[in-house]
């Protein structure tokens, strides 16, 4: 069985540039999760969705980021513009009921 | 509000010897889960052991134990005969309704 799949693995862009990053989860779990880690804050939470619908949105930045999941396989997290304070590694996580999370192995983003 | 608090942020361990991490955390919830990841240089973040709250039984998973002290919202992580490869980060986490809430984590070193 693949797990949580997540692309790309590593992404370089410049400043004002929009991103998307993708994610795959593992097939009938019904919750995802997106997280971003940085070495000053941890581990956060950005969103998390249960059957495809957000249902936690309040860990998301500022306007700039967006998710969407259109169905049950699939994810997207967009920036729009990107800043330099994005950088970071971004995570997606899918759960079969919502206590026990699988990761991916992250997207590592750089802004210049 | 929940909180995850994680002491020690470097520890080292002799090759083959024992070591604990310690965790301590915070919650109204009364059913909750927690959870032990590590995250080796590769940064995958890998589910080592998790604990329900309502079991008195501490979780086992081979080299890998715990220590759950409910009452005093304690949750330690003993690693025995440690192997190089336990080299990583490791971050405990608290689960509640869905949410993770991560600790800052324990980097550990493994030394031959």
């Known amino acids: 069985d693949a797990g949580v799949i997540q692309s790309p693995r590593h992404e370089v862009t410049e400043m004002g540039q929009e991103v998307t990053l993708r994610c795959k989860p593992i097939s009938g779990h019904d919750y995802l999760f997106w997280y971003r880690q940085t070495m000053m804050r941890g581990l956060e939470l950005l969103i998390y969705f249960n059957n495809n619908v957000p249902i936690d949105d309040s860990g998301m930045p500022e306007d700039r980021f967006s998710a969407k999941m259109p169905n049950a396989s699939f994810s997207t997290l967009k920036i729009q513009p990107s800043e330099p304070r994005d950088s970071a590694v971004y995570f997606c996580?899918?759960?079969?009921?919502?206590?026990?999370?699988?990761f991916g192995p992250g997207t590592r983003l750089t802004v210049l | 509000a929940q909180t995850v608090t994680q002491s020690q942020p470097e520890m080292s361990v002799q090759e083959a010897e024992t070591v604990t991490l310690s965790c301590t955390y915070d919650?109204?919830?009364?059913?909750?889960?927690l959870f032990w990841y590590k995250q080796p240089p590769s940064r995958q973040m890998i589910l080592v052991i998790r604990q329900e709250a309502y079991k008195q039984q501490n979780a086992t998973e081979n080299r890998f134990s715990v220590n759950f002290q409910k009452a005093a919202k304690s949750f330690s992580l003993k690693i025995s005969d440690s192997q190089l490869g336990d080299t990583a980060m490791y971050f405990c986490a608290l689960g509640g309704t869905y949410k993770y809430i991560f600790g800052t984590g324990t980097r550990l070193k493994v030394l031959a």
């Open positions: 919650t109204s919830e009364s059913n909750y889960y």
């Open positions: 996580a899918s759960s079969p009921r919502g206590n026990e999370q699988f």
